[in-house]
């Protein structure tokens, strides 16, 4: 029996279609993971091409190919700008990021990730960080649960999921990922309930890891390392990822507030080269269902800062 895919990357044609890539050019992997993207990106690259990738889960790093042209860095993609320096490098043609998350932490259910299997709650992306989802339990209270679940889980009643797991937080310390699933299944829509407790896991997940922090320091730091005519590539799987994307290269910040100079026109870095997200067709989720979910968006630096 062949061993389970460590990820099957979304949307890889479009992504490389976007990514223009230059045969001597230098180009960054923000989300190692399996080495989907990576693998196809140096297929195109030439000899003089080289591609720096960052994943902050040493289970990523057993997936780097032998390549001279290739370098792996154990590290989260918020501080790719410093270790470019460090490896020499000053500017960039392309910057990749793929936002999803890996099928081999959903399927490895001692990560803590998925509701599917009992298992510690964990849902660190690097496991030397310091803050667990199961301590993150023991933190927040009501308002802060509350305000996580209406910002990365779409619930239709947040404050209803955060009550049930502090009552169940007060008679037990809620620690596994079954626990969890049963302390917050009863605030659950009965009829939703799977995709409403991947929602709730979603939003941890996303909590513990600063997810959106990190994207908005690399969207922000992008136009610092990219050459003039770079592009950034990038694959959001929630609407709040994907606002945030589509404000940046709209805008230049998160919150998508338009500068404008002395005659009207809007000052930002990029143009657009996705107008509107491109996402999957029905031959490719049929083939890998994750990548229903896929969002992908690129823009060009037209204006060094």
Known sequence: MSEPAYHIPALLPQTLDCLDI????????????????????????????RLIAFDQ???AAANAPDDSRFTFVRSNFRFMRNFLRYHGVEKVDGILADLGVSFHHFDDADRGFSFRADAPLDMRMNRKAPLTAAELLTR??????????????DLKDPAKAARAIIAARDKAPVVTTFQLAEAVRPALNPKAEKKEMAQVFQA????????????TTLLASAPDMLRE????????????????????????NAEGNLEKDFYGKVICDWKQITRQPITADAEETERNPRSRSA???AAELIRKV
């Open 22 to 49: 230059k045969p001597d050019g230098i180009y960054v992997d923000a989300t190692f993971g399996g080495g989907g993207h990576s693998r196809a990106i140096l297929q195109r690259l030439g000899h003089d091409g």
């Open 57 to 59: 889960d040493l289970d």
């Open 140 to 153: 927040y209270d009501a308002r802060d649960l509350t305000s996580l679940f209406r910002t990365y889980a």
């Open 204 to 215: 941890l997940r996303i909590e513990v890891n600063s997810e959106m922090e990190a994207l």
């Open 229 to 252: 005519g770079g592009r950034a590539v990038i694959l959001t799987y929630h609407s709040v990822e994907d606002r945030i994307v589509k404000n940046f290269f709209r805008s230049g």
């Open 295 to 297: 969002k992908l968006r």
